[in-house]
């Protein structure tokens, strides 16, 4: 009996080292946190929030959470990559005070989320730009031009070997092997899948007839598991090709395509070059909804078409938590959030977009 | 004879039992479910029999236990029947002919049949590579093996048995595709005009990938309980074997075999159940697309199990319903092969006095 209670007392001496010691490296953290951002005045949030949904935004949301949380010492978020139709969910069911979305939301899922919005609605705020890069690991190949139509058949499985007349013709002068394509698509439901399906239904309608949806529509092909899943099976398998965010390509040091754009030009992917496309998308939401509705043709030069928009969904009126998540979203859609994004694979707002979403956001309450 | 006094010689010649370690000796004392009637003899030194005995107390509680796991079974399954039916009565397709997996759109269209085909067909892949092996490895290590050889290669073979599955499929995702591509365009190659190592390719993420990762999944289960059956073969029947001029292979094949066929088969369908519930290695090492092939080295394959786990994060409502549906076809497809097996066991049992 003593020995059990001298055992209790370990286990909660042992417990309270542990929190004792998680806070201490908080606050040796905190210092360098607030110095990097001393510049922009901003206002703190207090109380903890709890978000979840898109995992494509996972990585934006980490460093935006760390640096947040170092200038606010008082505030507290924690946010969930469990998907955009999860975080979706979860809003709608309350246990997620905003969610993270790769698509703005649906007329159904609108009218749901509404009902969680007392006096207000559920709005879209795009917030972070993930370009969407075409990989491919094909040996000896270290330029590659693909267009929509090339890249539909390509993932419909109608062109099957590399050296397929409609590549080469693309690609003149390269050296193509007669190799079968492996085509590789996100396993399950994902935001990736369905921006990506998006651009080739918009801009190759004849070649791609599965219209948009997040779950992979085409027949053949191999799926893998997560856009990190995607990554590794290029990196290992020759003669894949797959489409992933920006970042996960960079991470895993991947090859790109360069994609044809409305102006005809073979572009490669950059921030700068998928800001472009965003900075021609049009908003197609009503009020202060600022669902994205994006030009995949654009003519604009330099423009990479591929681009996902991944939003934060959040009430305008009426949520309980409305300054914290105000004074957090005011963060991230600042000029000094955007761009803290540029060196983690994500593109930042233009100025013609990030000026509407700050509008938007200072008017929560 | 006589090399391996470790084997247990059964008393009773002729074998009352293959469990001859829990059978009870006959004839003697009293069968314990006549615990009423006052045994016969014994007079005062025999405890009294009181209305709340431990025998009693004790007595309830392993009817209980018993009783759990038909409770536990009846719930699983009403669970999984009452999320699942309106999910399929929402769909609108064909659930059992309809190869695709869409129970997320606004008109959900799903079916199970290229998922079952796939489970089934995994499995089966996984027991035919993986059955011979293990019969070969379990009578090699219950009789012909060193002793000093055959303890530490049992205790590895128990071990392979602790390896995570995650691990397997990180394997065999990582490490085995490339041998197995390799070896695929080498089937192809020379074997293309059997449909099942046809087509054009890619090759990789196929069944028979998929396959061979649960077949060396399912070795260890296997291997490990057939040993036990083996080495209680008794002695007598091998010894009698040899006698009447049997060379070793033929004493297996006279005395060993045709003893531990019934746990052979139990062992089979142990390891067929792991076969048929296994997740994440299939998730990783498949090619999860909806199709019905019988070609086994092209990049396909998908299994219900798997599909559970790549789709069940980003599932609705529906979508969760109709995953449990297809847990309920798994569990219908195991519960048909554990029948199935009992019935071949307890046939046997008939006309030869022996149970597994």
């Given at each position: 009996?003593?020995?059990?209670?001298?055992?209790?007392?370990?286990?909660?001496?042992?417990?309270?080292?542990?929190?004792?010691?998680?806070?201490?490296?908080?606050?040796?953290?905190?210092?360098?946190?607030?110095?990097?951002?001393?510049?922009?005045?901003?206002?703190?949030?207090?109380?903890?929030?709890?978000?979840?949904?898109?995992?494509?935004?996972?990585?934006?949301?980490?460093?935006?959470?760390?640096?947040?949380?170092?200038?606010?010492?008082?505030?507290?978020?924690?946010?969930?990559?469990?998907?955009?139709?999860?975080?979706?969910?979860?809003?709608?069911?309350?246990?997620?005070?905003?969610?993270?979305?790769?698509?703005?939301?649906?007329?159904?899922?609108?009218?749901?989320?509404?009902?969680?919005?007392?006096?207000?609605?559920?709005?879209?705020?795009?917030?972070?730009?993930?370009?969407?890069?075409?990989?491919?690991?094909?040996?000896?190949?270290?330029?590659?031009?693909?267009?929509?139509?090339?890249?539909?058949?390509?993932?419909?499985?109608?062109?099957?070997?590399?050296?397929?007349?409609?590549?080469?013709?693309?690609?003149?002068?390269?050296?193509?092997?007669?190799?079968?394509?492996?085509?590789?698509?996100?396993?399950?439901?994902?935001?990736?899948?369905?921006?990506?399906?998006?651009?080739?239904?918009?801009?190759?309608?004849?070649?791609?007839?599965?219209?948009?949806?997040?779950?992979?529509?085409?027949?053949?092909?191999?799926?893998?598991?997560?856009?990190?899943?995607?990554?590794?099976?290029?990196?290992?398998?020759?003669g894949t090709i797959a489409y992933v965010e920006l970042s996960f390509a960079e991470?895993?040091?991947?090859?790109?395509?360069?994609?044809?754009?409305?102006?005809?030009?073979?572009?490669?992917?950059?921030?700068?070059?998928?800001?472009?496309?965003?900075?021609?998308?049009?908003?197609?939401?009503?009020?202060?909804?600022?669902?994205?509705?994006?030009?995949?043709?654009?003519?604009?030069?330099?423009?990479?078409?591929?681009?996902?928009?991944?939003?934060?969904?959040?009430?305008?009126?009426?949520?309980?938590?409305?300054?914290?998540?105000?004074?957090?979203?005011?963060?991230?859609?600042?000029?000094?959030?955007?761009?803290?994004?540029?060196?983690?694979?994500?593109?930042?707002?233009?100025?013609?977009?990030?000026?509407?979403?700050?509008?938007?956001?200072?008017?929560?309450? | 004879?006589?090399?391996?006094?470790?084997?247990?010689?059964?008393?009773?010649?002729?074998?009352?039992?293959?469990?001859?370690?829990?059978?009870?000796?006959?004839?003697?004392?009293?069968?314990?479910?006549?615990?009423?009637?006052?045994?016969?003899?014994?007079?005062?030194?025999?405890?009294?029999?009181?209305?709340?005995?431990?025998?009693?107390?004790?007595?309830?509680?392993?009817?209980?236990?018993?009783?759990?796991?038909?409770?536990?079974?009846?719930?699983?399954?009403?669970?999984?029947?009452?999320?699942?039916?309106?999910?399929?009565?929402?769909?609108?397709?064909?659930?059992?002919?309809?190869?695709?997996?869409?129970?997320?759109?606004?008109?959900?269209?799903?079916?199970?049949?290229?998922?079952?085909?796939?489970?089934?067909?995994?499995?089966?892949?996984?027991?035919?590579?993986?059955?011979?092996?293990?019969?070969?490895?379990?009578?090699?290590?219950?009789?012909?093996?060193?002793?000093?050889?055959?303890?530490?290669?049992?205790?590895?073979?128990d071990l392979l048995a602790a390896v995570p599955s995650v691990v397997f499929g990180?394997?065999?995702?990582?490490?085995?595709?490339?041998?197995?591509?390799?070896?695929?365009?080498?089937?192809?190659?020379?074997?293309?005009?059997?449909?099942?190592?046809?087509?054009?390719?890619?090759?990789?993420?196929?069944?028979?990938?998929?396959?061979?990762?649960?077949?060396?999944?399912?070795?260890?289960?296997?291997?490990?309980?057939?040993?036990?059956?083996?080495?209680?073969?008794?002695?007598?029947?091998?010894?009698?074997?040899?006698?009447?001029?049997?060379?070793?292979?033929?004493?297996?094949?006279?005395?060993?075999?045709?003893?531990?066929?019934?746990?052979?088969?139990?062992?089979?369908?142990?390891?067929?159940?792991?076969?048929?519930?296994?997740?994440?290695?299939?998730?990783?090492?498949?090619?999860?697309?909806?199709?019905?092939?019988f070609n086994l080295i092209q990049v396909g394959g998908n299994s219900i199990a798997?599909?559970?786990?790549?789709?069940?994060?980003?599932?609705?409502?529906?979508?969760?319903?109709?995953?449990?549906?297809?847990?309920?076809?798994?569990?219908?497809?195991?519960?048909?092969?554990?029948?199935?097996?009992?019935?071949?066991?307890?046939?046997?049992?008939?006309?030869?006095?022996?149970?597994?």
């Amino acid at each position: 009996m003593k020995l059990q209670r001298s055992g209790y007392m370990a286990g909660i001496a042992l417990t309270a080292m542990l929190a004792l010691a998680a806070c201490g490296s908080d606050n040796t953290t905190e210092p360098s946190g607030s110095s990097n951002s001393a510049g922009s005045a901003t206002d703190c949030g207090t109380g903890s929030l709890t978000a979840q949904g898109s995992t494509a935004q996972k990585n934006a949301m980490d460093e935006w959470i760390k640096a947040y949380q170092g200038k606010c010492s008082g505030a507290q978020i924690n946010y969930q990559g469990t998907g955009s139709g999860a975080g979706i969910e979860a809003f709608v069911a309350g246990t997620a005070d905003f969610a993270g979305s790769d698509s703005a939301l649906k007329p159904e899922e609108k009218a749901k989320a509404d009902a969680k919005c007392a006096g207000g609605e559920a709005v879209d705020l795009p917030m972070v730009i993930g370009p969407i890069a075409v990989v491919y690991n094909v040996d000896g190949v270290k330029d590659l031009n693909l267009d929509a139509s090339t890249l539909a058949k390509i993932f419909a499985g109608k062109i099957s070997k590399w050296d397929d007349p409609a590549i080469a013709a693309l690609n003149s002068g390269a050296k193509l092997p007669s190799v079968a394509i492996q085509a590789v698509h996100r396993s399950g439901e994902s935001g990736t899948t369905d921006n990506f399906t998006k651009y080739l239904s918009k801009s190759a309608e004849a070649d791609w007839t599965y219209s948009n949806a997040k779950a992979w529509k085409a027949p053949g092909g191999v799926a893998a598991t997560g856009s990190d899943g995607v990554a590794a099976k290029v990196k290992s398998t020759a003669g894949t090709i797959a489409y992933v965010e920006l970042s996960f390509a960079e991470n895993s040091d991947l090859t790109k395509a360069k994609i044809k754009n409305g102006a005809g030009e073979f572009t490669e992917l950059t921030g700068e070059s998928a800001g472009k496309t965003i900075a021609g998308a049009k908003v197609s939401g009503k009020g202060s909804d600022l669902a994205l509705s994006i030009d995949y043709g654009t003519t604009e030069a330099g423009a990479y078409p591929i681009v996902l928009v991944t939003y934060e969904i959040a009430c305008s009126k009426g949520s309980a938590k409305a300054k914290d998540i105000q004074a957090f979203l005011k963060y991230t859609s600042s000029t000094a959030g955007q761009d803290a994004l540029k060196d983690l694979g994500y593109a930042p707002l233009p100025e013609s977009v990030r000026s509407k979403v700050e509008t938007t956001v200072a008017a929560i309450s | 004879m006589g090399d391996n006094p470790s084997r247990s010689t059964d008393a009773n010649a002729g074998g009352a039992g293959v469990t001859g370690r829990h059978a009870s000796p006959v004839g003697i004392g009293v069968s314990p479910s006549s615990y009423e009637e006052p045994p016969f003899g014994g007079g005062g030194a025999l405890p009294k029999k009181s209305r709340f005995s431990m025998e009693s107390g004790f007595r309830g509680l392993s009817v209980a236990s018993g009783a759990m796991v038909l409770v536990i079974i009846v719930a699983i399954a009403a669970f999984l029947i009452s999320k699942a039916v309106p999910a399929i009565s929402a769909d609108k397709v064909n659930f059992l002919s309809f190869k695709e997996w869409f129970p997320n759109e606004t008109e959900p269209r799903f079916g199970i049949a290229a998922l079952a085909f796939g489970t089934v067909l995994s499995s089966v892949i996984a027991l035919i590579v993986a059955v011979p092996i293990s019969l070969g490895i379990a009578l090699f290590l219950s009789h012909y093996a060193p002793k000093r050889l055959a303890t530490p290669l049992g205790f590895v073979m128990d071990l392979l048995a602790a390896v995570p599955s995650v691990v397997f499929g990180l394997w065999g995702r990582d490490v085995f595709q490339a041998p197995v591509a390799d070896f695929s365009v080498w089937l192809n190659h020379y074997f293309g005009w059997i449909p099942i190592f046809g087509g054009e390719g890619p090759f990789g993420q196929s069944i028979m990938l998929g396959g061979l990762v649960l077949a060396i999944m399912v070795l260890p289960i296997v291997t490990s309980l057939s040993r036990e059956v083996f080495q209680q073969t008794p002695g007598m029947n091998e010894e009698a074997a040899l006698a009447l001029g049997a060379t070793k292979w033929e004493m297996v094949r006279t005395a060993v075999l045709p003893y531990g066929k019934p746990g052979v088969i139990a062992a089979v369908m142990l390891g067929l159940g792991r076969a048929l519930g296994e997740t994440i290695a299939l998730a990783l090492t498949l090619g999860l697309v909806y199709n019905i092939s019988f070609n086994l080295i092209q990049v396909g394959g998908n299994s219900i199990a798997a599909n559970i786990a790549t789709t069940f994060a980003e599932a609705n409502d529906t979508g969760r319903g109709a995953l449990i549906a297809s847990g309920l076809v798994l569990f219908a497809i195991t519960l048909v092969v554990n029948m199935a097996a009992r019935a071949i066991i307890y046939r046997r049992r008939e006309f030869r006095d022996s149970a597994a």
